[in-house]
Each structure stands twice: as C-alpha cells, then as structure tokens.
C-alpha cells in the first residue's frame, strides 16, 4: 500500500508539472480565447436575451389567466357575503376569482413583435460573430509578436556564439602577435553590446508571453508559453485575388454589414408597430367567482304551534259585516352555514364578454412614437450606408497593407542574402587577418540587423493576409497559419 501511494504522488507529481510547462499552439490559444473571451461571454448573454425577447413575444399570443382568493374574519355589525344581510356577529368569509384574458387584435403588433425579436436573434448573433473574429485576430497578432520575439532573440543569440568563437580564436591570434589588442577590445565590446541586446530581447519575450497570457484570461503568466510551430508564409487563393473580389466578398460575409443591415430592418419594424398604435384593440374576456362564510342566518318560517292567525280585513259598507281572513304565523329560525363545496357550488357566478379600446387622443404620444422611429430608420440607412463605406475602405486599406508588407518582405529577404554574403566575405577575411575588427563587428551588425528585419516582415506579412482572409469571409477557427 505504502508503495502505490508513493507512485500515484509521483505520477500526480508528474502529471502537474506537465500541465505547467504545456505549451500552446495557435489553434489552441485562439479556441482557448473563443471559450473564455469575457467579451464573447457578454455577446453570449446578448444572444440569450434575444432568446427570452422572442419567448416573451410568443407569449403575447396565448392567454392570460389569473386566480385570486381571499379570506376574512369580520366583527360587528357586517354585510353577509352570501344573504348581502346586515348582521352583527363574527364569522369568516372568502372568495375565489378566475379570469381569463385574450387579445383579439392589436393592431398586429403581436406579430410584427415576434418578427422584430428573430431579426433581435440574427443581430446579435452577427454581432458575436464579429466580436469572436476581432478576438481571434487579437489573439494571432498577439501570438505572432511572440514568435517574431523569439525569433529575433534566437538571432541574436546565434550571432552572439559566433561573437564568442571569434573572442577565443583573435585573443589566440592576439597572444600570438598576429593581431594587435585593438582588435580583441573590438570584439569583446561587440560581445557586450550582444549581451545587452540578448537581455532587451529576452524582456520582449516575457512582455509579449504575459500580454498574450493576459488576452487568454490566464494567470500563471510564469509557466505559460507557445509552441514555436516555424510558421511559413503559405501563399493561398485569397492572397492572389484582387481588391475588387475582397470587397464583394466581404460585403456578402462580414458581420459589419449584416449588423447595419439588422438594424435597418429593426428599424423598419419597430415602425409598424409604433403605427399598430393607432389601431383599435379588441380582446375578449372570461371570469368564475365563488365565495363562502361561516356564518348563520336567520330566515322566517312558519310557527308549528299556531301556523295561522284570523285577522279583520276589511267591512262591507252595505251591510257592515265584517271580513276577515287567515294569514300564516311566521317566526324566525337560525340557519346553520351550508357546506364549503355546497357553497362553492351555489355562489359561483361568471362573466364574459368583449373590450374594445378605440384610441382617439393620448396626448400625441403614437404620433410622436411614430415619428421618432421615422427617424430611427433614416438613422440605421445612414449607418448601413456609413458601414458600406467604411468596411470598403478598410478592405482596400488592409489590401494595401498586405501588398506593401509582401514587398517589403521580399525586400527584406533581398537584402537578408545580400547581408549575409556580405558578412560570410567579411568573417572569411577576418579570419585571415586581411579586415580588422571593427569593421568585422559593422558587417556582423548589419547582417544582424538585416535577419531582425526579416523576421519582423514575415510576421507582419503573415498577419496581414490574415487580416485579408477575415475580410474575405474565411472564419477565425480556419485560418491556416
């Protein structure tokens, strides 16, 4: 036992420090992003809310019904609920109500609500689109910096190995008496120069590791790091299309347009319904109502013992005789309460009927709700307009942009080739003592400088015909890097 504990440490051992130097690739800090963005949380909950905006409006469509009760204890004198007879006593009573209500016609504003919450739905799932799109190239652009860092930094350190090699065999040459101790300071302030930009490099490195750490939402900015995957540039259709083709394309794909497009046609339907305003409103209507009450009353019955009385009514002027009659003895007699379910039964009554609410003045407030959404659409067609303009212009704007990155790019590798040959002549003729060091260290500073601009060309390039693909209508999660 004791044994398997200590390997199930090891392996728990094992398996988190493991999960602490895991590195990233691309795909994954962007899918990482995609799941954990606050931003697409909060465009998340927006599609949430469309969805409960629709739900309400479908409620629109079925009945209302409502129950209510009440129960009551009375003192004194009080009405009997169920004779409606002033009585002094005290006993309990209650009601209970069920109404049920539907609206026949509203001017269709029910309608025109469910289509108003499913244009909602497709807004903002465009809008999350987007936000899903910005981040993902937030997060490229994020990634490519670090890369472009630690490429720079290799560069440097490779060229600083070199600046070693060259401090051991020209201090040999120098204890030698080939080359004069000029030369070996030359180097050696080379190699410290080097070091300093090895230390400004590796602080690039670490800034953009934890700027890329902090776009993720991750905390452990000291484990965390990034595949270096040797990304190339990979020429494909998009890159080759013309700016015109980018254009249509991203007129058709991008949310930008799709969102202007939205709210032009909430808009529009925010109108209809503000003009439903002016409509009629019929609905129809049904109630059940029962009540109950312990309390007794009193009711008049006739006397068992004396059940009629002869009485004078009246005499005949002719003759004087008297007329009478026989009317029945009545006393009163207290009546216990009926049964609850008998009384529920016997109380109960209903209502039904129409309601038809004709507007005819409210202060020009329908009026007023329809001129304002008059100008709300006028508003989201300038929008949709503006939104045309601008996404063709940045289109155009990144087409440009990646064109200039390309051919600074072959550029850069031009002089990249240049520089390197330049600085293989200058070492060879170092080597046989035919340059001095100062020169040397120039060629090697040059050649150096030429490899940081490489790098940094590739990369921009790199992100810049991302930036195109996006335009083009390709998704975040299927760039290929």
């Known amino acids: ?32 992003a995609l799941d954990n963005n606050i931003s697409i949380r909060q465009s998340e909950l927006d599609v949430e809310a469309t969805d409960i905006e629709k739900m309400t409006a479908i409620g629109a469509f079925i009945p209302t019904v409502n129950a209510s009760s009440n129960i009551s204890e009375n003192t004194g004198l009080s009405f009997n609920p169920v004779t409606n007879n002033a009585q002094t006593t005290t006993f309990l009573s209650s009601s209970g109500r069920i109404n049920l209500g539907y609206t026949l016609f509203d001017g269709l504003q029910n309608f025109r609500n469910i289509q108003r919450a499913e244009l909602s739905q497709l807004a903002s799932q465009y809008r999350l689109s987007k936000m899903k799109d910005d981040i993902s190239l937030f997060v490229a652009n994020g990634y490519l910096q670090v890369l472009l860092n630690k490429a720079n930094l290799d560069a440097i350190q490779t060229q ?77 259709e998009v890159a080759l299309k013309t700016a015109d083709e980018i254009i249509e394309s991203a007129k058709q794909n991008r949310s930008e347009v799709k969102i202007a497009e939205k709210n032009v046609e909430l808009a529009l339907k925010d109108l209809q319904i503000a003009k439903g305003g002016y409509y009629p409103t019929v609905s129809a209507f ?59 039964y016997q109380n109960d009554g209903i209502a039904y009927g129409l309601q038809v609410n004709i507007p005819i003045l409210n202060g020009f407030q329908t009026k007023a709700n329809v001129r304002r959404n008059k100008i709300n659409v006028q508003r989201s067609e300038f ?31 031009k002089s990249y080739e240049s520089q390197e040959l330049a600085y293989q002549y200058a070492k060879d003729r170092y080597d046989v003592g ?33 930036v195109l693909e996006l335009y083009f209508g390709i998704p975040a999660t299927e760039l290929k890097f």
Do not use: H
């Open 1 to 32: 036992m004791r044994t398997l504990g200590i390997l199930f440490l090891l392996f728990i051992t094992t398996t988190s420090v493991f999960a602490q130097q895991k590195q990233w690739t691309l795909r994954e800090c962007v899918q990482y």
């Open 160 to 236: 600083n190995a070199v600046t070693l090699e060259q401090i051991i065999r020209t201090n040999q040459l120098v204890e030698g008496g080939q080359l004069p101790r000029g030369d070996l300071l030359e180097i050696q302030a080379t190699d410290a120069t080097e070091k300093q930009r090895i230390a400004v490099a590796e602080n690039a490195v670490q800034i953009s590791l934890i700027s890329l750490a902090q776009l993720l939402l991750i905390k452990d900015y000291e484990n965390f790091d990034i595949v270096d995957e040797g990304y190339e540039l990979v020429q494909n």
């Open 286 to 344: 049904f109630g059940y109502d029962t009540r109950f009450t312990n309390a007794s009353s009193f009711t008049q019955v006739i006397d068992p013992n004396n059940p009629f009385s002869t009485q004078q009514v009246g005499v005949v002027e002719e003759t004087g005789q008297t007329v009478v009659g026989q009317f029945p003895n009545t006393i009163s007699q207290l009546l216990q309460p009926d049964p609850f379910f008998n009384q529920l």
């Open 383 to 413: 929008q949709l307009e503006q939104a045309k303009l601008d996404l063709e212009s940045n289109v155009y704007q990144a087409y440009l942009d990646a064109e200039g990155s390309k051919k600074a790019y072959e550029a850069a590798e």
């Open 434 to 466: 035919r340059t001095n060091a100062f020169d040397f260290s120039q060629s090697k500073l040059r050649y150096d400088n030429a490899r940081i601009e490489l790098n940094r060309s590739k990369y921009d390039y790199i992100f810049k015909v991302k």
